[in-house]
């Protein structure tokens, strides 16, 4: 019988090997796919290839990005960049809609608050942190203890290196590794094309392919006002790759939810992506109504309305997703295989055996209060959330740091200052409309008569109570915010700005709603999926990738065709496929090429490949990841996933998930014969 | 009560109309949209706009065409043209790989067996038909009196004009309508293109939006060797149509099964279209098989796999809409308002109540002997078939016109004569294959104990028994096949031709089962169909238009766009959609220009128009019908509809169904600049 056990399971374990020879998995650095990339791709890593690779990926902006030059260039997203355009504009200079290009480096425009970091160095500290829960504590008296001591080696690290440093769950629990980071704050723009050529298509074509876009960005890093020195760069293959090519995306996925259970996807399914549809439908509607008001109005709604709409079609993608009967056939199948393997072991059984059953219950706690939970928020309002970071960062920067919450550490405190006194401009009119709304919602979601409600409101309609608080505060101006951090709990106690004086009657209410959470909700979830992490870990091992974290991961793949709309999906396009797709819809929005792309029109080669579709396995912050070869050249740019990707969140399957890049070539034809900027695509050569 | 009725009865019939706004229906030349025109697209139509569509229109190879110059030339797809390049190819002369360009009327091709009809006038014989049955007679009885007074009213035109006859049954029986056609057998294949510009994309991308397409070929229709004088035709308006212009669609629509009930469509879901995938894969391997034994093979092999992987993309995408849930709603939605208004009035119940039991009864009858009628078939056998029309022509053409079976009566007996003595090529050793392939199918549906089986086989093993059938026959040689249908009775049966005898043997089986299932199955069905159409016309007059039938038909629209694959599919392509395909796949079959095409790229404008799709309502049949303008010029040629038109056999949504065209952009630079037959378009153009 233990016999026969061990030889199916050894069948299994073929079937598993069999399946991992698809393109998945975002990997970390320290465990490659090397077998997988040597025997499909009869590719051999070298660490000094992944060194490579690493120290020249960085993250940015809640992407990704490559340093492409040694004098410090990084090529990212025009959508990543985004944000910054538009901070970076004015009344009557609209940096988004017409781009920009540095004439010389003198021209290069420092953005107010975007951060480059890159993965300096990386070691495991599993036993460390394992060890430091003593052997009898319960559950969450080893939490406790094992996040303490996460926090005690990150503030270790960055005294001794000065590198900013996090320790990394990985595999839910499986592995802890401290990451350290090199991290720029000067940083400048440097070139961004046209809108209408980054993103031709606009929101009806994102996240899908054929495409046909130059979403494509160059900022510099600076320090010391010089540019910095980059030795570890990617050199551009103008030619690129074509169809059949093996090729790598090192990049910083955001997060996936592969691992989740079948009671938690329904909880996905069930509550968390209708109520998702219906804020984010909210929040785009108060752009639309703003943006309405007037250019100036649309000028600044415009990228918030991108980055909603985007969050819109991936939230629906994901949404189909859950409700597709296949992909619930496969996770059921992946949750019963795991857990028979478990069950059929009965030491495993007795650790690991109830941690499915602790999740469900997790989720019907957190049914049980959803609509408080939910409710009891101002949502997007910026003034608002910067107040309520004020003071409870007075409360926090009392405690020690090992008791703090996340994201008031000692080691976190730079970036959250970096955040709260961005230079960035503000709008008191958005501000004012998006605070309404706010209240408006909070009101009908709780009803006059909710403790939350009652304080929000303090008696006035919504209307009223916007104006008041957006009218009375100061928070707009850096200098006032600078004033209420740095004078700590004494200075925001005193403080008479409405706002602050709002967020601290909310506090309260809000760290009771989040310590019930985190008892009820968060804690035992956490558990169960450490838990199931640990077991995961000693059933499967390494041969799985872990769940996306935000962190430096490596996926890989060849460029290729998949079935789609009755035919096949072509594996590129090329110019000719632009301006066919402009030409179709008479070059009305948004199917319109820039003035600068239609008068390129005679002279570029209309053959030249301009975007492309992998099997790279790659989710929302992979955007602006370089593509590179087996050189460990540049042969394009991530900048999406088509349609059949977005379900990737919970299962990746090769058949027709696709990341969608700009292609070698046409980064090149851009900045050489579009935009007049052939000396920075000099600068991307190799040498 | 009754008041209320009435009121409920309006409110139904404007959501009716309203849904009647939808560019839906294959309209018959005596009752046009002209109101829905009027009012949607402020078009009115003139009774002499319609006759120059209606003359200009023709039919042709199971498809439509029509003349487009005075002097005969007809405009087609090339896949309806297709098998007659094949037959009038030869070992070294490919005329469906190389196309074919007549360089003078001298070297127009005279085609083995296409025949060439328009509706030359049109009369309704309701009354008459309907007179026909006594008042008293039963269901049976009254459908024979119906049958053999539409046989009467053929005979009685024919003899009278001259002209081809038929008697079309529309509305399941609410409308009979006398046709005349004017039928030419003269036609001379004067352009077809290379058939990677004809077919780009091949079987992948057919059925299909966006699209590469020329799909076009040129006949001309001679009479007395000279030719024919068209003086109804359609100038070629070379600028053409774009998005949001409205455009007509006269053609052919095979047919529809639009009216299906219920207990039908299931029949249909469940047992049809599972059974119809299955022996077109086997079809389809049988040729791949024959193919791959060389190249002449191959060749001979290729326009039949063209036709049936056509079929199988059909079949599928139809098989898919049964099986879409959203389809299925709406078709049980769309019964229960028809009853409930057929129950809502006694009169109406008393009479046609009881139709849906009945034909629900016949679809269990022939459930009950499924496997005896669908096995008790020589399939696809081109030999076999005709040996068994040549038999039973000899028995149905000694009975009285009126007695006799579909397809043997007088006005029929041309075409039947057309198509059994065509002089078109055929192959031995790929007939010998298929009967093989049959036997053994016969075999294994119907065990070696079964009469049908034991006829079929005499003994043998299916090998031994197709190459004695095969090689022993002489019906290859229409001389042969000639001689026996002229012989009549006597000498089918002295004949001692292999395929003979076994017809012989068989015909008596086969005769029985038709009677049986024309009793049990097709009767009661078709006497239930009747009821309800009698019902429907009751009911809804002739608000909607009556299922194809494969007669004339006018269709309408708009150039549009639609949702697809995550973003909105462009309403037209141009060449250079075309190139950035065929680049993209790196000019790989079936992704391939001609070399024609690929020389003409440096000079022709990429920007000029290529494919469009329009909202107009067609199915197959269609293909080759003329897109017109309001003014009746030719602005394009209908090749295809997308793959979400498929489930259009059952239900139109004009969401996304689209019937796909060549642009008249694309045919002028096709015969201009690709193909250099400049003095064809000259000919085209209006005067």
């Known amino acids: 019988m233990r016999h026969l056990t061990r030889v199916l399971t050894a069948a299994v374990l073929l079937l598993v090997a069999a399946t991992a020879l698809a393109d998945e998995g975002m990997w970390t650095f320290d465990n490659p796919p090397a077998a997988q990339l040597q025997k499909q791709y009869g590719f051999a890593v070298t660490p000094a290839w992944l060194d490579h690779l690493r120290l020249s990926a960085v993250r940015l902006g809640g992407g990704s990005g490559s340093f492409v030059s040694p004098d410090g260039l990084v090529l990212t997203n025009a959508h990543v960049a985004r944000g910054q355009q538009q901070k970076l504009s004015a009344p009557g200079r609209d940096l988004v809609t017409d781009g920009y290009v540095a004439a010389t480096r003198a021209d290069e425009l420092k953005c107010p608050d975007m951060e480059v970091v890159g993965l300096a160095s990386f070691e495991n500290v599993t036993a460390r942190v394992i060890a430091a829960a003593p052997k009898d504590a319960d559950e969450t008296a080893a939490l406790a203890a094992r996040r303490a001591e996460m926090a005690a080696i990150t503030k270790e690290s960055?005294?001794?290196?000065?590198?900013?440093?996090?320790?990394?769950?990985?595999?839910?629990?499986?592995?802890?590794?401290?990451?350290?980071?090199?991290?720029?704050?000067?940083?400048?723009?440097?070139?961004?094309?046209?809108?209408?050529?980054?993103?031709?298509?606009?929101?009806?074509?994102?996240?899908?392919?054929?495409?046909?876009?130059?979403?494509?960005?160059?900022?510099?890093?600076?320090?010391?006002?010089?540019?910095?020195?980059?030795?570890?760069?990617?050199?551009?293959?103008?030619?690129?790759?074509?169809?059949?090519?093996?090729?790598?995306?090192?990049?910083?996925?955001?997060?996936?939810?592969?691992?989740?259970?079948?009671?938690?996807?329904?909880?996905?399914?069930?509550?968390?992506?209708?109520?998702?549809?219906?804020?984010?439908?909210?929040a785009i509607d108060a752009l639309h109504e703003y943006g309405a008001r007037g250019a100036e109005q649309a000028r600044q709604a415009a990228a918030g309305l991108a980055g909603l709409e985007n969050g819109r079609k991936v939230g629906h993608g994901e949404y189909l997703g859950l409700l597709d009967p296949t992909v619930w056939a496969a996770k059921e199948k992946e949750e019963a295989d795991f857990r028979a393997r478990v069950v059929a072991d009965p030491a495993l059984q007795t650790r690991y055996g109830q941690a499915w059953t602790q999740i469900e219950k997790a989720q019907e706690a957190h049914l049980s209060r959803l609509d408080q939970l939910s409710g009891r928020s101002l949502g997007r309002t910026g003034l608002a959330r910067t107040a309520l970071s004020l003071v409870r960062a007075a409360t926090e920067l009392q405690k020690p740091d090992a008791e703090r919450n996340e994201g008031y550490h000692d080691a976190q405190l730079r970036r959250l200052r970096y955040r709260l006194l961005s230079p960035a401009p503000i709008y008191p009119e958005f501000e004012q409309l998006q605070m309404e709304r706010s209240l408006k919602r909070v009101l009908d979601k709780l009803g006059p008569d909710d403790e939350f409600a009652k304080i929000a409101l303090a008696g006035q309609s919504p209307a009223e109570r916007a104006a008041a608080l957006v009218g009375g505060t100061k928070l707009a101006d850096p200098a006032a915010r600078k004033a209420l951090l740095d004078g700590g709990a004494a200075v925001i106690a005193a403080s008479d700005d409405p706002l602050i004086v709002l967020a601290r009657a909310l506090d309260p209410l809000l760290a009771a709603q989040e310590k019930w959470e985190k008892e009820n909700v968060e804690g035992p979830e956490t558990a169960g999926e450490q838990l199931l992490g640990a077991a995961r870990f000693a059933v499967y091992g390494k041969a799985m990738a872990p769940d996306a974290t935000g962190t430096l991961r490596l996926s890989f793949g060849e460029i290729k065709s998949y079935p789609y709309n009755g035919t096949v999906a072509q594996p590129l396009t090329t110019f000719h496929g632009l301006f066919d797709r402009a030409l179709a819809f008479a070059g009305r929005d948004p199917f319109r090429s820039s003035p600068r792309m239609s008068a390129a029109a005679k002279t570029i080669d209309m053959a030249t490949p301009l975007n492309f579709a992998s099997t790279c396995d790659i989710i929302g912050g992979?955007?602006?990841?370089?593509?590179?070869?087996?050189?460990?050249?540049?042969?394009?740019?991530?900048?999406?996933?088509?349609?059949?990707?977005?379900?990737?969140?919970?299962?990746?399957?090769?058949?027709?998930?696709?990341?969608?890049?700009?292609?070698?070539?046409?980064?090149?034809t851009a900045l050489r014969d579009v935009y007049g900027a052939g000396y920075l695509l000099k600068e991307m050569q190799p040498r």
């Open 158 to 282: 960055q005294t001794k290196t000065g590198l900013q440093s996090d320790v990394v769950t990985l595999y839910h629990g499986g592995e802890y590794w401290l990451y350290r980071y090199r991290a720029y704050t000067d940083v400048r723009l440097v070139f961004a094309p046209e809108e209408t050529d980054a993103y031709f298509g606009g929101d009806d074509d994102n996240f899908t392919f054929p495409r046909h876009d130059l979403d494509m960005a160059l900022f510099r890093v600076y320090e010391n006002d010089q540019p910095v020195k980059s030795p570890d760069w990617l050199p551009l293959n103008v030619s690129g790759a074509k169809e059949g090519d093996l090729v790598f995306v090192p990049g910083h996925p955001g997060s996936t939810n592969r691992l989740m259970t079948i009671a938690q996807l329904k909880f996905q399914r069930d509550h968390t992506y209708p109520q998702r549809e219906q804020s984010t439908k909210e």
């Open 622 to 668: 992979n955007s602006g990841s370089p593509v590179v070869d087996r050189e460990g050249r540049l042969v394009g740019l991530v900048f999406d996933g088509n349609i059949e990707s977005l379900v990737g969140r919970f299962i990746y399957d090769g058949t027709a998930n696709r990341a969608v890049a700009v292609h070698a070539a046409a980064i090149a």
